[in-house]
């Protein structure tokens, strides 16, 4: 007998085992905590790592759940497309490492919403070791520097970046611009700054400024952001 393509959707299903469902669900979860304890550890965003890391578990097992449900029902599959289609993501990703982790945490619920147990969890562990062996071998890891400098202007028409290089390149050791934000209305700066005293650093912000006097400056001790 000859099925009509309404009739197959309707019975392409497959049980979804309860018992390998929480087995999973839980592995994932248990790799997010993981995943967003290496991100806050060795990850190198100037924004807040642990903050943002607590995403990764609702992403996680929110992936796995997805893809569970749908690969048991081509009407799911199908349907899918046009949901997603609706969704909007407006999250700004500030950093090209924060969507890396982002990926990573997605691709774990992928592995194990697709019953793939075993892989995912060899994939995510020689992943996990490579990025920590990277860390603590390569040359431009960040605890080599002293500071995180953020400089904030509500008047950028008073100042540019080339000023403000100008002036901490004088007085630092280091200097390296890791994020830039401008509009009419604001700018915003951070660097990574090496200094080999206070003096170095006090005479850098007096001569900033003096450029703004409503200029914010913050300073932060790398291994404060652990």
């Given at each position: 007998m000859i099925q009509t393509f309404e009739e197959f959707l309707s019975t392409s299903r497959a049980n979804i085992p309860i018992l390998g469902f929480?087995?999973?669900?839980?592995?994932?979860?248990?790799?997010a905590v993981i995943l967003s304890w290496i991100y806050a550890k060795y990850g190198n965003s100037l924004s807040n790592r642990k903050q943002f890391g607590k995403n990764f578990l609702l992403i996680t097992m929110t992936t796995m759940l997805i893809?569970?449900?749908?690969?048991?029902?081509?009407a799911l599959s199908l349907g899918l497309v046009g949901a997603l289609s609706i969704i909007r993501f407006r999250a700004?990703?500030?950093?090209?490492e924060e969507l890396a982790y982002l990926f990573l945490a997605i691709a774990v619920g992928?592995?194990?919403?697709?019953?793939?147990?075993?892989?995912t969890i060899i994939a995510f562990i020689i992943m996990v070791v490579i990025v920590i062996i990277a860390k603590k071998f390569s040359k431009n890891h960040y605890d080599n520097q002293n500071l995180h400098l953020t400089i904030q202007s509500s008047n950028p028409n008073k100042i540019s970046i080339e000023n403000i290089l100008e002036i901490l390149k004088k007085n630092c050791d280091v200097v390296d611009?890791?994020?830039?934000?401008?509009?009419?209305?604001i700018l915003e700066a951070?660097?990574?700054?090496e200094a080999r005293d206070f003096t170095q650093l006090s005479k850098a912000k007096e001569e900033l400024q003096k450029l703004n006097e409503a200029l914010k400056i913050s300073f932060l001790d790398n291994k404060g952001l652990m």
């Open positions: 929480i087995f999973n669900i839980l592995l994932s979860a248990a790799l893809i569970t449900i749908v690969k048991s029902s081509l700004a990703i500030k950093e090209p992928l592995g194990f919403g697709a019953n793939q147990t075993a892989i611009l890791r994020r830039f934000d401008e509009t009419k209305e951070s660097f990574m700054v």
